[in-house]
């Protein structure tokens, strides 16, 4: 087989596994009675018509309550659900706490380990241990962890929305806008 042949076959398998994966066989775009595939990322939002990447990403960072799943080794998502996970209760704890005043919150969800609250707007760097997810409330928010020597960004979120990240890591930096 020649070079030239042996490449386009290559090619032309490349294009037909790639088809097969970008539109999975258990849901079509627009479907709103179960999930949607869009890249690497399960949607499962009810009456929507989220079908391209755009569009999902204008969703995150709406104010409409969404819970979405990150994979903590490279913060890419996997999920995002409508509706939002019942906060954690917070500690008690008289400076490292989630409350009903709070912007935006780093939720733990183990004990000793406490939940963060921010409150106001900019940028606040820091190293909070040990938490699972990222809360954010009567603003929008983003929020940064350390894993593996590296600094991941989330994607920034709306109001009414959270982040759950696959295990604990330190967050380095929240941002409340």
Same mark, same amino acid.
């Given at each position: 087989m020649s070079?030239?042949?042996r490449n386009a076959a290559i090619w032309l398998a490349t294009l037909t596994v790639a088809g097969f994966a970008a539109v999975p066989a258990w849901a079509e775009p627009g479907e709103t009675d179960g999930p949607v595939q869009i890249g690497d990322i399960k949607v499962s939002i009810d009456d929507s018509s989220i079908d391209t990447r755009a569009e999902l990403d204008a969703y995150i960072e709406s104010d409409e309550a969404k819970t979405i799943t990150v994979d903590r080794a490279t913060g890419e998502m996997t999920s995002v659900i409508a *509706?939002?996970?019942p906060a954690i209760s917070a500690l008690t704890s008289v400076t490292n706490k989630c409350t009903s005043s709070s912007h935006v919150c780093t939720i733990s969800g183990q004990v000793p380990r406490p939940n963060y609250g921010f409150t106001?707007? *900019?940028?606040?760097?820091?190293a909070w241990l040990g938490q699972e997810a990222f809360l954010t409330k009567s603003r929008a928010g983003k929020g940064y962890y350390s894993w593996n020597g590296s600094t991941v960004a989330l994607p920034k979120i709306g109001t009414n929305s959270r982040i759950n990240l696959d295990g604990?890591?330190?967050f380095v930096k929240v941002t409340v806008y």
């Open positions: 070079r030239t042949i *509706g939002n996970e106001g707007v *900019g940028t606040k760097t820091g604990p890591a330190t």
